[in-house]
Nanobody, 126 residues
Framework: QVQLVESGGELVQAGGSLRLSCVAS????????MGWFRQAPGKEREFVAA????????NYADSVNGRFTISRDNAKNTMYLRMNSLKPEDTATYYC???????????????????WGQGTQVTVSS
């Protein structure tokens, strides 16, 4: 079992920056492919970014590529999402997710991830 707890979401003005954190319990964090997803009211949950077990490989949604940076610190069992140049359309609840994997793929589908946090709210005002 993996328990995930996100933090760092808040109200920010357009053009601003935030850093989200996701702390994982357990001793298997480095065995997990990790991802960030988001869900806005009335919309489906969508992929934001994913990172390999070592942190060497990343994958981003087109909508955030170049503005967001995913990273991880396996020694701290923590994953991060640095968000720059925030836009009102980035407003959503952001979820971290974990996928037990021995492979190298970084899935974009939420069904590929087994463990989820409770979410942290990011609101970007115009």
């Amino acid at each position: 079992q993996v328990q995930l707890v996100e933090s760092g979401g808040e109200l920010v003005q357009a053009g601003g920056s935030l850093r989200l954190s996701c702390v994982a319990s357990g001793r298997t964090f480095s065995s997990n492919v990790m991802g960030w997803f988001r869900q806005a009211p009335g919309k489906e949950r969508e992929f934001v970014a994913a990172i390999s077990r070592s942190g060497d490989n990343t994958n981003y949604a087109d909508s955030v590529n170049g503005r967001f940076t995913i990273s991880r610190d396996n020694a701290k069992n923590t994953m991060y999402l640095r968000m720059n140049s925030l836009k009102p359309e980035d407003t959503a609840t952001y979820y971290c997710a974990a996928r037990m994997s021995i492979g190298f793929t970084l899935p974009t589908s939420s069904t590929s991830y087994s463990y989820w946090g409770q979410g942290t709210q990011v609101t970007v005002s115009s």
